[in-house]
């Protein structure tokens, strides 16, 4: 049983280990709006404010870079 506990813990190490190296090679814009929505729960509407763009295109780089990391992490995000 602690084996396997320790595998577990191993897994998620590595998957977050992965997710911050896929975040890293999505293109800035993209990397702007991944870390305020993730790590700052700001909403689209500040975002947008912050980065001086519409609500609808944070939006959209959002879920471009939300399938970007699906590819390069795995199905499990």
Do not use: A, P, W
Request: net charge neutral.
């Amino acid at each position: 049983m602690v084996e396997k506990n320790n595998s577990l813990n191993s897994y998620y190490y590595n998957n977050k280990i992965k997710m911050y190296e896929s975040i890293d090679l999505l293109d800035l814009k993209y990397r702007n709006v991944v870390i305020l929505k993730c790590y700052f729960d700001l909403s689209y509407d500040e975002i947008g404010y912050i980065l001086d763009l519409n609500s609808d295109t944070v939006k959209i780089y959002f879920r471009q870079s939300l399938k970007n990391l699906k590819v390069n992490v795995g199905e499990g995000l």
